[in-house]
């Protein structure tokens, strides 16, 4: 039969499954989620800590006892695992409109025995029975806790301020990266930290379990740069001195808890666990890869290009931007892209291996999302998104002489991008000269206020995501070649026009073709798991195919989008299984002329709001 490929998704709220054909057909899904299938008492995932502690977190048995409930559920459909020939997973973050969640900086605390005990499990038994001695620590934290703000301003200093530890290590400091996470548990709980053999995130948590070998696997690189520990500055890369004695107290110690990180995101880490192949008979040579986070693994399943993007429209927003080019800042996130054969890092050593050169990809969040957008729709438009996209559509710029005048920034809770912004601003200015600009309570046309947030904040990611792109020879300001939109707000028509228009290029969705109905719809599938299974499919051909032992993600899958193109067609995006939805118009070189007035009104409003 022909190989089929797992790929697995811890989130926040549910642990999934995808399983893909050879050509990337998506199978079949399966799911659990924690809140209605387990009897934790988790709400949305998590539990709470003392009011006021700002501590959130999920019990860490909760994976294993939902690992055990999801292979149930495969056995009950049918899956056919023998055929499953190459598995990989993701890791929380915690973001719904990704239709995965963030848990990509979450912690897991090995104990001492956790080796022997991963290596001798009874395959009679569920995993759930055997596991719980293997961890040091009952809890992870979860991407919502806010309970190390004394921890983050110790990182932060070690490091000379924000603007020193993001190009350190590709972030400022977080209260939900891993590094403020274990500094306050060895501090505040040193007897567990003690006790400690290994500390994982949950996409190696999930990999270690997915081979049960006795080992516990290491960190994938592209997940290691959401920890605040992970030197990506230094061209070797590797896990931060200053920071490991910072976190550690001693930075040997924290060092060997950490582990080798894998930096070949498609080599082959361990094979099916003989507790899977006992017991539910899977093919014992079914190979496993390095797991990665969720936002890498959503990346890996729209396969984006250098210079293209993805914008997940939610209550917030989150905006992935793919290049060349390392931009590290401290009001976004930089990450080395999860599916890279990498130059060895320091931990490497000297070892000879064929290598691509360093990618990257960027990660902006805003909180002010929907939750802005759905605000001035209630106050201004009754609650109804047909006139506030009527709005839009009356005073949108129609040619590229049109001049932006008018201008809107909702921050209704303090925002991550612009740092702290807070506040309502409006303004309004002569012949787009924003020196003229004077700020007023509310627009004489109504109608403005739709445009005016919509357009502010689609502004706002086209002046950002031209930061982190690479230069062009033209002197142009670069842009983005083409964005896939996502969450809820990306049904939204008038919204994905004029995001084609403000950021200058297509916007896309991942679509899947029916053959009984012979047309193509939206993509319904889980982002995470399928892009998890992707990085298998990857792997597995270059430990399998003879000459395609280094071939590159893009090479592979590009390849195997191409046979399904044959089969199926495309859906007009000029890719396989991608469809524009939009694509600049006209007016797009009015909002390409009003960058630099919308740079100078944020200014001026960031600095009416101190």
Known sequence: MPPVFLGLDSSTQALKASLLSAELDVIDEAEVRFDRDLAFGTRGGVLHGPEGSGEVYSPVM?????????????????????DIKGAAAAGQVGRTSFQCQWQQHASVYWSHQAEAILGSLDPSRPLSSQLEPAFSRAVIPNWQDSSTGAECATLTDALGGPAGLA???????????????????????PEAYAATARISLVSSMITTLLCLDGEIKGIDESDACGMNLWNMEDAQRGWDETLLRVVGG????????????????????????????????????????????????????????ENEGMASLGTSDVVLVS??????????????????IAPPSVQDGSIDRKHEGLRYFNMLVYKSGSLAREHVRDQYFDGSWDKFNAAVERLRAKSPEDTLNKMAFWWLLPDIIPAGAHGVYKYVTENGNASTARRVEAFDDVDTEALGILGSQLLNYRSRSSAILKSNASGQVPRLTRIYATGGAAANPTIVSLMADVLGCPVSKNVEYDPTTESWGDAKWNACSVGAAYKARWGWERANVTGKEWASFDEVIGACRAERQARRGDASGGVEGVRHVAVPGPASAAYEKALGWWRALEAKALAEGK
């Open 62 to 82: 909760s994976v294993v006892h939902a690992l055990d409930l999801l292979c149930e559920r495969i056995k009950e459909k049918g899956w056919a695992v023998k």
């Open 167 to 189: 190009k350190r290590t590709g972030s400022s400091a977080h209260t939900r990266f891993t590094a403020s996470q274990i500094l306050k548990f060895r501090t505040r709980v």
């Open 250 to 305: 001693d930075a040997r110690d924290l060092e060997t808890k950490l582990g080798k990180v894998v930096t070949d995101g498609g080599a082959v880490v361990g094979r099916i666990g003989k507790w899977f192949v006992d017991r539910y008979g899977f093919d014992p040579a079914c190979a496993v890869f390095p797991g990665t986070g969720d936002n890498p693994a959503t990346l890996l399943s729209l396969a984006l290009g």
């Open 323 to 340: 290049t060349a080019v390392y931009a590290p800042h401290p009001e976004y996130h930089a990450l080395f892209h999860p599916a890279t």
